[in-house]
C-alpha cells in the first residue's frame, strides 16, 4: 500500500484503545537518548519531484525483459502467465497468512492442498509441505531432517558442485552440532558411504549444469543406511524422471521457476517432498482433505509440525515458514501450465540451452565443459569470464555467471542459462557478442 492516511483523530482513537495519552507515552520505555535519534535528512520535497528522484534511480537497474538475459545459478528467467498475479493478487489471498480456522481458511487450504498435490506429482514424492523460504533453507532442513533421523550418524556428505550459498546456509545450520560435514566429487554414486554416514545429498543437475545418475546413488545411499537427499530443478523434472521415481528419500527445489518472478532475489518457495515413512518428521504444514458428518468435501491442517502450532521444544523446525503468496502463485502456475504446458517449457529449455551451447562450442577459444546438461552449462572462456561479462553487458547482453565470482580460480570459466524467454536472434547475438568480445 503506498500510502496509508491516518489522520489525528485516528491516531488518538487507536491511543485510547491501547491505554496511553500520546504517542511520546507509546515511546515512554525506549531510553530518551535513542528515541528520536538526528537523521541527516535534506530539505523536503514535494511528492512529485520524490517521485521523478525515485524512477531515475530505478532506470538505472538492468532488467531481463530490457535485455538478452543469461543469468541463471539459482534465480531463473521463466515466463509468468497472466492469469497468475491477477490471481494471487486478489484481496483474499493478500491478506491470509496462517489458516488456524479451518472454518473461515477454506480458499487458503484448498490452495495449499493443490499445491501440495502437483508438487508431490512433479517431485515423485508421496507427500509435499507447504513450504519453506527458498530452496537453500529447504535443503538445510532436509539435511537437518536426515541428521535427526540418524541415530548418531554425524557424517553428511555433500556435492562439492553444489550451490555455494546452499552449501553456506547448511554449514551455518550445522555450525552448532556435532557433525562433520564432507564434500565429494564427480557421481554421488561414487561416493564413499560408512555406518556413520546419515545422508548422501546430490544435486539435479548440479551448479556447473551437469546431471548425475541418481538411480546408483541411491541405491549406494540405501545401502549404507544413510538417507537420499536431491535438489532438483522442478522445470526439468517435466521433461526428465522425478528424484522420487530415482529413489530419493527427500527431494527440495526452488519454485521461483514456477510462476514466480526474481524480484531482486526474492522472496522465493522452498519445496520440499518426503516418502510416506518421513512424514512425522516433516517440518512446515501438509492440509488434507476430509469429509464433514454430512459427506460435504473440506480442508484442513492435517499436520503442523512447527513451533506456533505445538510446544516449541516438540517442534521439528522453529524456523521454517509457510510463503503462503509464493506457494499460491506456484499452485496457480501448475494449474494453468498443466502436464503438457510444464513439459513444452522444459523442452524449450533443452532445445534452445542445447542450441546455444553447439554455437558457442564452434567459436576459436571456447570450449563447454558441461556434458549432460539442461538449461545450464559451464564455458571456458579464452580470456577471463568477468571482462567478457562487464563488456557484453554494456551492450545489452547478460552473459551468464563469471564462476570467479564464488572461485577465484575459476576466472575463465562462464555460467550460462538459457530459457524459453530466449529467442534464437538473442541466442545469436550472445555467440557473436563472445566472439567480438575475446578478440
Known sequence: MPFIANSDADRAAMLARIGVSSVEELFGDIPEARRFPKLDLGEPLAELEVTREIESMAAKNLSASACAWFLGAGAYNHFIPAVVPALASRGEFLTAYTPYQPEVSQGTLQAIFEYQSMAAALLGMEVVNASHYDGATALAEAVLMAYNNGGGRRRILLPADLHPEYKEVIRTYFAA???????????????????ATCCLVAAY???????????????AAH??????????????CAVLKSPGELGADIV??????????????GPFLGMMGVSSKLVRKLPGRIAGEARDHEGRRGFVLTLTAREQHIRREKAVSNIC?????????????????GKTGLRTVAELCWNKAHYAASRIAA??????????????????????AGSLAEKLSRRGVVPGLPLSRYYPSRDRELLVCVTEMNTKAQIDLLVESLKEAAK
Open 223 to 236: 545401502a549404507a543406511g544413510a538417507l537420499f537427499i536431491v535438489h532438483a530443478d522442478p522445470i526439468m
Open 177 to 195: 552440532f556435532d557433525t562433520k560435514i564432507e564434500e565429494y566429487t564427480g557421481e554421488p554414486g561414487k561416493a564413499t558411504l560408512d555406518d
Open 321 to 337: 515458514s509457510n510463503q503462503g503468496l509464493v506457494m499460491l502463485q506456484t499452485c496457480i502456475y501448475l494449474a494453468a501450465m
Open 363 to 384: 567459436l576459436p577459444g571456447f570450449k563447454v565443459e558441461t556434458g549432460n546438461f539442461f538449461k545450464e552449462f559451464t564455458v571456458r572462456t579464452p580470456v577471463p
Open 205 to 219: 543437475p548440479d551448479f556447473s549444469g551437469e546431471i548425475h545418475d541418481l538411480k546408483a546413488a541411491a541405491d
Open 252 to 265: 527440495t527445489a526452488e519454485g521461483q521457476a514456477l510462476g514466480n518472478a526474481m524480484n531482486y532475489g
